[in-house]
């Protein structure tokens, strides 16, 4: 009887199917027609339907990014990374050239398919000349790499990349080794006689082991002192830093007095110290703190530091500078004069417009000229000049023309 009852829906449920009007589709790719002769080639064609839909690839996750197919009149491409964003700098192009002439992407968290559509995006938009990598980490050059292939007249443009290849027109570090080098002659002339070198081999940001030497030996030519303390674990956190600052460093400025200037520990932090103690600060570019105006000013508590991007360099260095003077600290702090993230993309930026028409030279890249754009963009936003050095590339006797370390000069309250 069970076996009866069960024909019998079966049979009713193909009938019912088979009633269905012309144009009724049970899947994306199958049609049943009123044409069918039996019942049983209607099954038949059913399975088949179904085994083809089993056997389709995985549908792929949207980019969270969607297409934008219209063609923007945006002349600058900016690819920023989620993982470390850097607001100031896209704040400050889009003021500079308008938002209608910016286009902004960024590589949302696992989803690598925005490496194709970053790429293949920028390509489509006919009027962007320049690409700036903000951050310029691995995933990133396969934007490079595939740019490349489907547009040759936009300059690809990298800053503090950690990664280079050969489809990166121009590379933009900051050269830190040169500020190294120069360090005890700048040190001596902003009134320094002593440089006191904390070196710890788990730090990361200051492992370089010839720093040591070099530190040691120019400032011997310069005739100041060097001192070097072994710092034994990692203090740029925690109760380490906490025992530098509270109970070592107060004892190094009694023994060679507040004419020195401190190097090895972090940036930001040795900018709190400095305004108990009274040491010179004459700090040595970091990343994760930039010496720059905008951050000196906030750590004065001279400016909100959520409204940062509101002040212009010029307010920020006569407010500095007239804090100093009430606490008789003129000629002891340096900074530079302008945030290196935010300078090196409007030099790119400035230097890819002339590449990309066609005005200067796509072979190698204009050293005099990208030098020269950088000078006048510190005028213009610090109101001062200032120079700035420029230096290639070179690993293994092989000289990489466009990956560029930019010797920043220092800015002396």
Same mark, same amino acid.
């Given at each position: 009887m069970k076996k009866l009852t069960c024909t019998l829906i079966i049979i009713l449920i193909l009938s019912s199917c088979y009633n269905q009007p012309a144009d009724f589709q049970t899947a994306e790719d199958s049609t049943f027609t009123e044409?069918?002769? +039996?019942?049983?080639?209607?099954?038949?064609?059913?399975?088949?339907?179904?085994?083809?839909?089993?056997?389709? @690839?995985?549908?792929? !996750?949207?980019? !969270? =990014?969607? %297409?934008? *197919?219209? %063609?923007? +009149?945006?002349?600058?491409?900016?690819?920023?990374?989620? *993982?470390?964003?850097? @607001?100031?700098?896209?704040?400050? !192009?889009?003021?500079?050239?308008?938002? #209608?002439?910016?286009? =902004?992407?960024?590589?949302?968290? &696992?989803?690598?398919?925005?490496?194709?559509?970053?790429?293949n995006d920028i390509a489509k938009h006919p009027n962007i000349e320049v690409l700036v990598v903000g951050l310029g980490v691995s995933w990133t050059e396969g934007v490079a790499d595939l740019l490349k292939e489907l547009r040759d007249d936009i300059l690809i443009a990298y800053i503090d990349p950690r990664t280079t290849n050969e489809n990166m027109d121009l590379v933009l570090n900051v050269d830190i080794n040169g500020m190294v080098m120069n360090y005890p002659a700048k040190a001596k002339e902003i009134g320094a006689d002593t440089v006191i070198y904390f070196y710890n081999r788990i730090n990361a940001a200051y492992e370089e082991k010839h720093w040591h030497d070099i530190l040691s030996e120019k400032s011997e030519e310069v005739g100041i002192t060097f001192v070097a303390v072994n710092v034994n674990e990692a203090i740029q956190c925690g109760s380490g830093y906490a025992y530098y600052m509270g109970e070592a460093i107060p004892p190094l400025l009694e023994e060679y007095g507040t004419n020195t200037v401190l190097v090895g520990l972090d940036n930001e932090r040795l900018f709190w110290s400095y305004k108990y103690y009274g040491y010179i600060y004459l700090p040595i570019y970091s990343p994760?703190?930039? @010496?720059?105006?905008?951050?000196?000013? $906030?750590?004065? $508590?001279? =400016?909100?530091?959520? #409204?940062?991007? $509101?002040?212009?360099? %010029?307010?920020?260095?006569?407010?500095?500078?007239?804090?100093?003077?009430?606490?008789?600290?003129?000629?002891?702090?340096?900074?530079? @004069?302008?945030?290196?993230?935010?300078?090196?993309?409007?030099?790119? !930026?400035? *230097? &890819?417009?002339?590449?990309?028409?066609g005005d200067i030279s796509k072979e190698n890249i204009d050293y005099a000229l990208l030098e020269q754009i950088m000078k006048e963009l510190l005028i213009e936003y610090t109101g001062l000049s200032f120079n700035v050095g420029l230096t290639p590339l070179v690993e293994d006797d092989i000289t990489y023309q466009n990956h560029i370390f930019v010797l920043p000069d220092y800015l002396i309250y």
């Open positions: 044409h069918s002769e +039996t019942v049983a080639e209607e099954v038949q064609e059913a399975q088949e339907t179904q085994e083809t839909q089993t056997t389709q @690839p995985e549908t792929i !996750i949207p980019l !969270i =990014i969607q %297409p934008d *197919y219209t %063609p923007s +009149t945006a002349k600058i491409a900016i690819i920023e990374d989620s *993982y470390n964003p850097t @607001p100031n700098w896209t704040t400050e !192009i889009i003021k500079r050239y308008g938002d #209608e002439n910016v286009k =902004i992407y960024t590589r949302q968290l &696992g989803n690598d398919n925005s490496i194709t559509y970053i790429a994760h703190y930039e @010496p720059a105006p905008v951050n000196v000013a $906030s750590n004065l $508590s001279l =400016i909100n530091f959520n #409204e940062r991007d $509101s002040y212009d360099i %010029p307010y920020l260095i006569e407010v500095i500078r007239k804090d100093l003077a009430e606490k008789d600290y003129l000629g002891r702090i340096a900074s530079f @004069p302008m945030s290196p993230k935010v300078l090196f993309p409007l030099a790119a !930026i400035e *230097y &890819g417009f002339l590449w990309s028409s």
